[in-house]
């Protein structure tokens, strides 16, 4: 089992940047297959950005392809998630999330997830 803790959240101007942290407890953490997916007011929670388990593959969806960039630190127990270019709708709770088996860019391949950090990015 994994517990998942994010932090680096906050309130950006758009075109600013954020870098969110996600710190994993245990030691198999390099088992994991990392995500980060975002939820905003009023709509379904969306895959954002995954990395494989020693970060030779990343995945990412569009709407962020280009601005967002993961990554991990499998010595350090993190993932990390830098988000440039921000845009109001990015505002949104950011979850990071492990799974055991992946690869998987949907929510039901996640088995372990954090309590989310809120970005807003104001226009």
């Known amino acids: 089992q994994v517990q998942l803790v994010e932090s680096g959240g906050g309130l950006v101007q758009a075109g600013g940047s954020l870098r969110l942290s996600c710190a994993a407890s245990?030691?198999?953490?390099?088992?994991?297959?990392m995500g980060w997916f975002r939820q905003a007011p009023g709509k379904e929670r969306e895959f954002v950005a995954a990395?494989?388990?020693?970060?030779?593959?990343?995945y990412y969806a569009d709407s962020v392809k280009g601005r967002f960039t993961i990554s991990r630190s499998n010595a350090k127990n993190a993932v990390y998630l830098q988000m440039n270019s921000l845009k109001p709708e990015d505002t949104a709770v950011y979850y990071c999330a492990a799974d055991r088996t992946g690869p998987s860019t949907v929510e039901a391949g996640y088995d372990y997830w954090g309590q989310g950090t809120q970005v807003t990015v104001s226009s």
């Open positions: 990395i494989s388990w020693r970060g030779g593959n990343t």
């Open positions: 245990g030691r198999t953490f390099s088992s994991y297959f």
